[in-house]
């Protein structure tokens, strides 16, 4: 795995110049993950969370790598972060959608939005892994149209009140603390964002998620609030306005899920070229068959389509942070992001489809690496923006805004 990962690097010279620290910060990211993946495989065959990955990358310092050094990172961008992603996605997406959620739906969005004192309370905790981030949008009937949210929050003297629920909410019943959107009652019109802390009175997890297809190392949770107050103070952003802060996340997570996507590529040409090589059949390896070569010769197209479009992403997004008053930048990352989802997520699983079909029989169970990447890989073309939500984005950026299907 880290072969590849180094040849990505190599391939990224030409683009981005690395610096020494940038390099270590990877080097370091690769131990991590050989050290996270033995667990990985037990508590995913158990179909259990692996808290033994979140210590194990609290260890390497790794969970601060994009965050400002003031609050405990490593100040490290955009592309390192997409790298990073794309190592924890070779071995599956249920430990990386922990680390999606809490650094990029999590911890980047305090960072862009918070106050001093939400940093300081959240940030710098998160920033270690001492405090774990949860991103509250989904509900039952509010997926991919934020409009239709039914959450609400009152604002009562120096609180304000929320009642509703939350759906398929990853990190949801580990939390410490949790970026929640609600609706001003009464107004449909008025989204705001707020930081809640799980252990309030009014928080409660009425239900954990165990029964997926895959993710099995991933916590998902359906939440409740029950007149569950939250200070003024923890206001995320502009109030009526927590849609802003959404869309920023949301744009930090597009490219952060194309980055796993493009390592659960990564390990299924692994996978594949292994199987490939050691397996034998009709007196020779079966690799030496060229309907297999086939199936390999796609993994490995599609590694090259994913890459270029999510580092270029990445890349930009990079830019952007050093000028964020540049709305053409944002516009046109809005766009990359999208892009880069879509097309890495459909490449992911056709790639996991591909390995699986090289191992044949042993590629449709879970104890195959095959088996396990495609099952991770289907979730990706859904989550933080269906494949319909990026094709609709993309096809507005072509036709005008005039021809925005959605608000």
């Given at each position: 795995m880290?072969?590849?990962?180094?040849?990505?690097i190599?391939?990224?010279?030409?683009?981005?110049?690395?610096?020494?620290?940038?390099?270590?910060?990877?080097?370091m990211?690769?131990?991590?993950?050989e050290e996270?993946?033995?667990?990985?495989?037990?508590h995913?065959l158990k179909?259990?969370?692996?808290?033994?990955?979140?210590e194990?990358?609290k260890?390497?310092?790794?969970?601060?790598?994009?965050?400002?050094?003031e609050?405990?990172?490593?100040?490290?961008g955009?592309?390192?972060t997409?790298?990073?992603?794309?190592r924890?996605?070779q071995?599956?997406?249920g430990?990386?959608?922990f680390?999606d959620?809490?650094?990029?739906?999590g911890?980047?969005?305090?960072?862009?939005?918070?106050?001093?004192?939400?940093k300081?309370?959240?940030?710098?905790?998160?920033?270690?892994?001492?405090?774990i981030?949860?991103?509250g949008?989904?509900e039952p009937?509010a997926?991919?149209?934020p409009?239709?949210m039914?959450?609400?929050y009152?604002?009562q003297g120096?609180?304000?009140?929320?009642?509703g629920?939350k759906?398929?909410?990853s990190?949801?019943?580990?939390?410490?603390?949790?970026?929640?959107?609600?609706?001003?009652?009464?107004?449909?019109?008025?989204?705001?964002?707020?930081?809640?802390?799980?252990?309030?009175p009014g928080?409660?997890?009425s239900?954990?998620l165990?029964e997926?297809?895959?993710l099995?190392?991933?916590d998902?949770?359906?939440l409740?609030?029950?007149?569950?107050?939250?200070p003024?103070a923890?206001?995320l952003?502009e109030?009526g306005k927590g849609?802003r802060?959404a869309?920023?996340?949301?744009?930090?997570?597009?490219?952060g899920?194309?980055?796993?996507?493009?390592?659960?590529?990564?390990?299924?040409l692994?996978?594949a070229?292994?199987?490939a090589?050691?397996?034998k059949?009709?007196g020779?390896?079966?690799?030496?068959?060229?309907l297999?070569?086939r199936?390999i010769?796609?993994i490995?197209?599609?590694?090259?389509?994913?890459?270029?479009?999510t580092y270029?992403?990445?890349?930009?997004k990079d830019a952007?942070e050093?000028?964020?008053s540049?709305?053409?930048?944002?516009?046109?990352?809005?766009?990359?992001?999208a892009?880069?989802?879509?097309?890495?997520?459909r490449?992911?699983f056709?790639?996991?489809?591909h390995a699986?079909?090289?191992?044949?029989g042993?590629?449709?169970?879970l104890?195959?690496?095959?088996?396990r990447?495609?099952?991770?890989?289907?979730?990706?073309?859904?989550?933080e923006?269906?494949d319909?939500?990026?094709?609709l984005?993309?096809?507005?950026?072509v036709?005008g805004?005039?021809f925005?299907?959605?608000?």
């Amino acid at each position: 795995m880290e072969a590849l990962l180094n040849q990505a690097i190599t391939d990224l010279k030409a683009l981005h110049s690395f610096t020494d620290n940038e390099l270590g910060i990877l080097d370091m990211v690769d131990k991590a993950a050989e050290e996270i993946a033995v667990p990985e495989l037990e508590h995913y065959l158990k179909h259990e969370l692996n808290r033994e990955g979140i210590e194990i990358a609290k260890k390497f310092g790794i969970i601060g790598i994009p965050i400002a050094k003031e609050y405990g990172g490593l100040a490290a961008g955009t592309l390192i972060t997409s790298l990073t992603m794309e190592r924890l996605g070779q071995m599956g997406m249920g430990f990386g959608t922990f680390y999606d959620v809490q650094v990029l739906l999590g911890a980047l969005t305090i960072q862009r939005w918070g106050t001093e004192m939400q940093k300081q309370k959240y940030l710098k905790p998160a920033a270690k892994g001492d405090k774990i981030l949860a991103f509250g949008l989904t509900e039952p009937e509010a997926g991919s149209d934020p409009a239709s949210m039914k959450t609400t929050y009152e604002a009562q003297g120096d609180k304000f009140v929320i009642n509703g629920s939350k759906y398929l909410i990853s990190n949801g019943s580990i939390a410490d603390a949790m970026i929640l959107f609600a609706r001003s009652k009464g107004d449909k019109s008025g989204i705001s964002a707020f930081i809640i802390d799980t252990k309030s009175p009014g928080f409660s997890v009425s239900m954990r998620l165990e029964e997926k297809i895959g993710l099995f190392t991933s916590d998902t949770a359906m939440l409740e609030f029950n007149e569950l107050e939250v200070p003024k103070a923890n206001l995320l952003g502009e109030l009526g306005k927590g849609m802003r802060v959404a869309y920023s996340a949301l744009l930090n997570g597009r490219i952060g899920i194309a980055s796993g996507c493009i390592g659960i590529i990564d390990g299924s040409l692994n996978a594949a070229i292994e199987r490939a090589r050691e397996r034998k059949q009709f007196g020779k390896p079966i690799g030496r068959h060229q309907l297999i070569q086939r199936h390999i010769a796609e993994i490995r197209q599609n590694l090259e389509m994913a890459r270029w479009p999510t580092y270029f992403a990445a890349i930009r997004k990079d830019a952007y942070e050093k000028d964020l008053s540049n709305q053409a930048l944002l516009k046109e990352i809005d766009l990359q992001s999208a892009l880069a989802k879509k097309i890495a997520s459909r490449l992911a699983f056709e790639s996991a489809d591909h390995a699986v079909q090289v191992f044949g029989g042993f590629g449709y169970s879970l104890l195959s690496p095959a088996g396990r990447l495609f099952c991770d890989s289907r979730v990706t073309r859904i989550y933080e923006g269906t494949d319909e939500v990026q094709e609709l984005k993309i096809a507005s950026s072509v036709l005008g805004d005039d021809f925005r299907a959605f608000d």
